[in-house]
Structures are given as structure tokens and as C-alpha cells.
């Protein structure tokens, strides 16, 4: 007889053993497990059957990345309790979490864009405003470009996407008015030296600035705006999926949009700053 509580402990060290917590960790493991413990009245782990695990998924109203959750926590012990041969059979195994649908990421309108760069003082913080609406460009994608990165001639950046994936960007009018004053320095000087979480404070201040506060208005919220605004002025899903680096098409259709003229078009005369 070898009840669930008895069990977690093993289990969360095997996994750190193998380094299984890329997108979790101990304590969450922990916390999860033994919320289930505790309502199931911490039973033998033979015990547990398909019907008390969905019972206890649906014991109350939640988030469906919440119920996700505690079903991957609960897979991740019964396949480690099933594969130690402690159960016969994984009473998760034909589960099925609940479908999440994707929503429409925030972004700000063209007027608050002017009104957030319109609150940033210095050549740097509006280097990382404007490549960001301008560009689409993440975070990590900021702090590590670099003015060897820039074609002056073609006007363009080679930006280090995920998963180190190189891509040339068209650099548009206003960004490029950023730019230029650094061409002069040394290869390895970064356009913005600032780290990631610098960066991100330097908007969410800007936006605690300008008015704009709110759940969904950070760093990111720029990338969101990039998309949005290319695609409702007229530029083709594919252009866009391109300039943001999205794998799949999926993800860029998330963003409402009219088709007509070129993404490189649309981005070149668009201004934020006065």
C-alpha cells in the first residue's frame, strides 16, 4: 500500500534527476500533486481510477490553461507510477485536456503609439519603442542587435530570430533615422544597450507615462501593434508572418486585417515620433 503522498516526493526527484522541469519546477510539481492528495483523501495510488482524476479536474469552475495544468501534473505522476509498475494502468492516459483558444493579442491603436513614443526622452528608449512598432522585434532580438548587424546600403537589419534563425529586415524611414547616428562606431556596439529587463521597464514606465496601463499593455504589446497596424493598413498575411518571424500563418492570422499593398510599403511611411 503506497499512498499518493508518499509517492510525490520520488517522483519530483526523478524527474530532476532526467531535468524534466524545462517548463515547470519542484515546488509547482509539489503544490499541485498534493492539492490532489488532500481532496482525493490521499488514497493507495492503485486506487485511482479515470473517474475520481476527472472528478477532481471538474470539482469547480477554472481557467483552461489552470485544468491543462493539473492534468500534465497528474500525467507526469501516474506514467512515472505506471512505468515504476505501481499501477497497471495510467488513469490519465485517456484524458483529454480542455481546448484553449487563442485570442487576439493586445496592441495598442496608432494613436496611443504616438502618444507612449511621444513620452520617451532619450535617443535610446526610443531606439527600442520605435524598432519594436516599426520592426516587430522581441525583446532578446533588441538587446542583441548590434550596428554590424546593419546593411546601410540595403537598409536593412539582420536580426538573430528563435532558435538563432538569421533574418534580413527591411528597416523602415523613422527607425532608420534612429539608426544611422551609430554607423560610425564600432561593429560590436549595440543599437540598444540595454538587457531584456531593462528593456521592459523602460516601456512599462513610457506606458505608466502616457496613460496606457492595463492588463496586455507591456513590451510585447509593440510586436502586437507592428502586426495589427501593417495588416489593417493593407499588407498580405505572408509579408507580415515573414517580417514577425512566425513559423506558422496561424499565428499571425490572429490579427484582423485587410490585404492589398506590401508589408515593406505599408511599414515605410509610417510615423510615430513628430
Given at each position: 500500500?503506497?499512498?499518493?503522498?508518499?509517492?510525490i516526493?520520488?517522483?519530483?526527484?526523478?524527474?530532476?534527476?532526467?531535468?524534466?522541469?524545462?517548463?515547470?519546477?519542484?515546488?509547482?510539481?509539489?503544490?499541485?500533486?498534493?492539492?490532489?492528495?488532500?481532496?482525493?483523501?490521499?488514497?493507495?495510488?492503485?486506487?485511482?481510477?479515470?473517474?475520481?482524476?476527472?472528478?477532481?479536474?471538474?470539482?469547480?469552475?477554472?481557467?483552461?490553461?489552470?485544468?491543462?495544468?493539473?492534468?500534465?501534473?497528474?500525467?507526469?505522476?501516474?506514467?512515472?507510477?505506471?512505468?515504476?509498475?505501481?499501477?497497471?494502468?495510467?488513469?490519465?492516459?485517456?484524458?483529454?485536456?480542455?481546448?484553449?483558444?487563442?485570442?487576439?493579442?493586445?496592441?495598442?491603436?496608432v494613436?496611443?503609439?504616438?502618444?507612449?513614443?511621444?513620452?520617451?526622452?532619450?535617443?535610446?528608449?526610443?531606439?527600442?519603442?520605435?524598432?519594436?512598432?516599426?520592426?516587430?522585434l522581441?525583446?532578446?532580438?533588441?538587446?542583441?542587435?548590434t550596428?554590424?548587424?546593419?546593411?546601410?546600403?540595403?537598409?536593412r537589419?539582420?536580426?538573430?530570430?528563435?532558435?538563432?534563425?538569421r533574418?534580413?529586415?527591411?528597416?523602415?524611414?523613422?527607425?532608420?533615422?534612429?539608426?544611422r547616428?551609430?554607423?560610425?562606431?564600432?561593429?560590436?556596439?549595440?543599437?540598444?544597450p540595454?538587457?531584456?529587463?531593462?528593456?521592459?521597464?523602460?516601456?512599462?514606465?513610457?506606458?505608466?507615462?502616457?496613460?496606457?496601463?492595463?492588463?496586455?499593455?507591456?513590451?510585447?504589446a509593440?510586436?502586437?501593434?507592428?502586426?495589427q497596424?501593417t495588416?489593417?493598413?493593407?499588407?498580405?498575411?505572408?509579408?507580415?508572418?515573414h517580417?514577425m518571424?512566425?513559423?506558422?500563418?496561424?499565428?499571425?492570422?490572429?490579427y484582423?486585417?485587410?490585404?492589398?499593398a506590401?508589408?515593406?510599403?505599408?511599414?515605410?511611411?509610417?510615423?510615430?515620433?513628430?
Amino acid at each position: 500500500m503506497t499512498s499518493i503522498s508518499e509517492l510525490i516526493d520520488p517522483y519530483v526527484e526523478a524527474r530532476q534527476a532526467k531535468r524534466k522541469f524545462s517548463g515547470t519546477t519542484p515546488a509547482t510539481a509539489r503544490a499541485f500533486l498534493g492539492r490532489f492528495a488532500d481532496w482525493a483523501g490521499d488514497p493507495d495510488v492503485s486506487a485511482v481510477d479515470e473517474r475520481m482524476v476527472d472528478a477532481y479536474l471538474t470539482r469547480r469552475p477554472c481557467a483552461p490553461n489552470t485544468m491543462r495544468t493539473e492534468l500534465t501534473q497528474l500525467r507526469g505522476l501516474f506514467k512515472w507510477c505506471w512505468r515504476m509498475r505501481l499501477v497497471d494502468e495510467d488513469p490519465t492516459a485517456r484524458l483529454e485536456g480542455p481546448r484553449c483558444e487563442r485570442g487576439v493579442p493586445r496592441a495598442l491603436s496608432v494613436d496611443e503609439t504616438r502618444d507612449l513614443v511621444g513620452v520617451l526622452r532619450s535617443d535610446v528608449d526610443r531606439r527600442i519603442a520605435i524598432l519594436a512598432v516599426q520592426m516587430g522585434l522581441r525583446r532578446i532580438e533588441l538587446a542583441g542587435a548590434t550596428v554590424g548587424d546593419v546593411d546601410e546600403v540595403g537598409r536593412r537589419l539582420h536580426v538573430t530570430r528563435k532558435g538563432g534563425k538569421r533574418q534580413w529586415l527591411p528597416v523602415p524611414a523613422e527607425a532608420w533615422e534612429l539608426i544611422r547616428p551609430l554607423l560610425g562606431q564600432p561593429a560590436e556596439t549595440r543599437l540598444v544597450p540595454r538587457s531584456k529587463s531593462q528593456i521592459s521597464r523602460v516601456i512599462a514606465r513610457a506606458m505608466r507615462d502616457a496613460g496606457l496601463e492595463g492588463e496586455g499593455r507591456s513590451m510585447h504589446a509593440l510586436r502586437h501593434s507592428f502586426a495589427q497596424h501593417t495588416l489593417d493598413a493593407g499588407a498580405p498575411i505572408r509579408d507580415v508572418q515573414h517580417l514577425m518571424g512566425h513559423a506558422s500563418q496561424v499565428t499571425t492570422s490572429l490579427y484582423d486585417r485587410v490585404e492589398s499593398a506590401t508589408a515593406e510599403q505599408t511599414i515605410e511611411g509610417r510615423r510615430y515620433g513628430s
